[in-house]
């Protein structure tokens, strides 16, 4: 028997999480799919607080039940959110599917994790017990393994505004939108005055979590462009011995060949 329970408010919402180990939910579009028996679930849909995108000082706040439609009509989000997840499935999951029920789900594959990880995002997590911050990488402990309490709740997600605009993204699929991520990748560089001020990669769908190395990102960040470019061949050496890789419905060799060449391509559409 499955018992569902619908909250009015995020407080009911987390009197319920601390009283029951309740299965939380918005869309359903990947969760419903599963038959699992006695299992209870808490439906937050309804839950107005936690579907709005609002401007603050620093970051966009995105709750964890907008939906990826809404992101896509909202002028508040980034166009390189935006583009990766306008390639979600069909507009039906696009309509339902939500930012907290991608980063829930717990999978290297989701295609807004992706961004969240390259743009340094930050996750807003609340229990009856109170809140607390943590960066998306550190949340993130491997395959459906997340560093989230059972008494808890992914409430808001916090994406930098700054740093975004001279960016890079390429999802390699099967059937593009409709398609499960191969190898999806996101890069970000800042240059100001000849330096590079920032440089962030990530890469999707190929490992137990996102991938992104930031000791290896910083033989990079500070250099100038000449200096970059000196050290160019010693940063991909160190991305090659360093990415290990799952075995997927492509091999390993191949995913890592393509990864390669997408940070390849990378540093050279931006100059290095």
Known sequence: ???????????EALEIKNRIDAVPYAGGTDLMVENRKGVSYLFLNGLEELKQIREEEGHIS???CVTFTQALESDLIHPLMKEAVSRIAAPAIRNTGTFGGNIGNGSAKADSVLILYVCGAKLRLASMEGERIID???FYKGRKKLDLRPEELIVEI???????DNYYY??????????ISRVSFAGLIS???GRV??????????????????????MITGKT???????????????EERMILTRGRVSAEYRKTVCMNLLKDFLEEKGI
């Open 1 to 11: 028997m499955v018992n569902s329970c619908r909250p009015a408010s995020l407080q």
């Open 62 to 64: 995105i709750g964890s």
């Open 136 to 138: 998306i990488d550190h």
């Open 158 to 164: 916090l994406v930098p505004k700054k740093g975004l």
């Open 170 to 179: 390429k999802k390699v699929g099967g059937r593009n939108a409709l398609a």
């Open 191 to 193: 240059i100001e005055d």
């Open 197 to 218: 001020e920032n440089l962030a990669a990530a890469f999707g769908a190929v490992s137990d979590t996102v991938l992104r190395f930031r000791d290896l990102e910083a």
């Open 225 to 239: 462009i000449e200096e970059a470019k000196s050290v160019k061949e010693s940063f991909l050496a160190a991305y």
